[in-house]
């Protein structure tokens, strides 16, 4: 039982903690078209994000699937921009024009998970009991999703019913900031691969040497030719 409680603190800490930007960010997408007295919506919602995220999660522990990390890193704040903009979209806010969310969470969920599961993959699969591990962590993470969408109702009930602004100006206020943020995440973690000065050679044509020669046949991606003056 031990295992429960230190990977509930992992599990917590995924989300509450300042190295957690991008999965805040995500929650708070979800979270905004959301009001006070649509809690029993939210927690519906939390749930499929966790189903979603604990699925991949679980595969990938068990190495059942595998993904790059880069392009895992780069689709998380894509699927925050993706749903902030779906929210632009939304005006009169019933529980049928906003289920959408719950199809987002789940969906977007699987990619979240991948992204848990890069960080801990290593650490559980030397864990004798991993299923009680895999328990606490996404126990730690559905905790720390509830902190974090408790806050934001909070936050929209003082803006939406206390202050009397526009809810719909709110969301579009809200979701703006998430996908501005989001979107330079985005670009910073674009999973192309820039060659530095160092990895490209310049070789003049033609050669001179043998071996700078054979160096440009057999890597001929890193090499650039220039004529001879």
Not at 30 to 50: G, H, S
Not at 179 to 190: E, N, W
Request: aromatic residues 14%; proline residues 3%.
């Amino acid at each position: 039982m031990q295992d429960v409680g230190f990977y509930f603190k992992l599990g917590w800490e995924h989300i509450i903690s300042s190295n957690a930007l991008d999965h805040q960010l995500f929650i708070a997408a979800l979270a905004a078209i959301y009001i006070m007295k649509d809690w029993k919506q939210v927690l519906i919602l939390v749930t499929a994000f966790t189903i979603g995220h604990s699925l991949t999660l679980a595969l990938s522990v068990f190495d059942v699937i595998r993904f790059s990390s880069k392009w895992v890193e780069f689709l998380i704040p894509v699927t925050i921009v993706i749903t902030a903009i779906s929210n632009l979209f939304q005006k009169k806010f019933t529980p049928k024009s906003i289920r959408i969310n719950y199809f987002l969470a789940l969906a977007f969920g699987l990619i979240h998970g991948m992204g848990f599961a890069n960080s801990i993959r290593f650490m559980m699969a030397d864990d004798q009991n991993i299923g009680w591990s895999l328990l606490g962590f996404n126990i730690g993470l559905e905790a720390g999703q509830i902190i974090v969408v408790t806050a934001l109702l909070l936050l929209s009930h003082l803006i939406v019913t206390i202050l009397k602004i526009n809810r719909r100006d709110w969301v579009i206020f809200l979701s703006a900031a998430v996908f501005s943020i989001a979107l330079k995440m985005s670009l910073d973690r674009l999973p192309i691969k820039k060659k530095s000065h160092e990895e490209t050679s310049l070789i003049k044509w033609p050669a001179t040497d043998y071996h700078q020669f054979i160096a440009s046949t057999k890597y001929p991606e890193q090499f650039q030719f220039q004529p001879c003056q």
